[in-house]
């Protein structure tokens, strides 16, 4: 089964790539990578929530918004090379925006992992870092960032 169509069989459609807010590409392939930029929550071309995970943000709301980051972040991969030329999921780095004394950072991520683990299965097994951050770009909660390993008979 393809990537997207695995999608599809969940019932998850990739939105479409969200427009870079500074001087950067979304996406970029070296080799048989793709790296992605880090991807905020965006739903619709706008930010789903801002503040700090343990203040204004609840952890449950953050693991959905991480959630929400990595598909933005498919999304990216998708618009350069096609999702189903990805091969597996390589690395996640997840921020988190966390109010003092927070340290839930890995489970806020979760999010990130477990949707691309749903879509990859195995190959959606990946390393990841999970860290704690004063800020994020506009105030959002979370950033995620991809590194996939793609086919390289794609583009």
Do not use: C
Not at 107 to 131: K, M, P, Q, Y
Request: a negative charge; hydrophobic letters at 50%; proline letters at 6%.
């Amino acid at each position: 089964m393809s990537w997207s169509a695995r999608l599809s069989e969940l019932g998850i459609p990739l939105p479409d790539v969200a427009a870079p807010v500074a001087a950067y590409i979304p996406a970029i392939r070296s080799g048989a990578h793709v790296f992605t930029s880090g991807q905020l929550p965006f739903v619709d071309g706008s930010l789903a929530a801002s503040g700090k995970v343990g203040a204004e943000v609840s952890p449950e709301e953050a693991k959905q918004y991480a959630r929400i980051a990595a598909l933005n972040a498919l999304a990216a991969v998708n618009g350069l090379v096609g999702i189903d030329a990805v091969v597996r999921v390589v690395k996640v780095t997840g921020f988190v925006a966390s109010a003092e004394g927070f340290t839930g950072q890995p489970a806020v991520i979760n999010g990130a992992s477990e949707l691309l683990g749903e879509v990859f299965g195995e190959a959606g097994t990946h390393a990841r870092s999970a860290v704690g951050v004063a800020e994020l770009p506009l105030g959002a909660p979370v950033e995620v960032e991809l590194v996939v390993e793609v086919s390289t008979t794609v583009g």
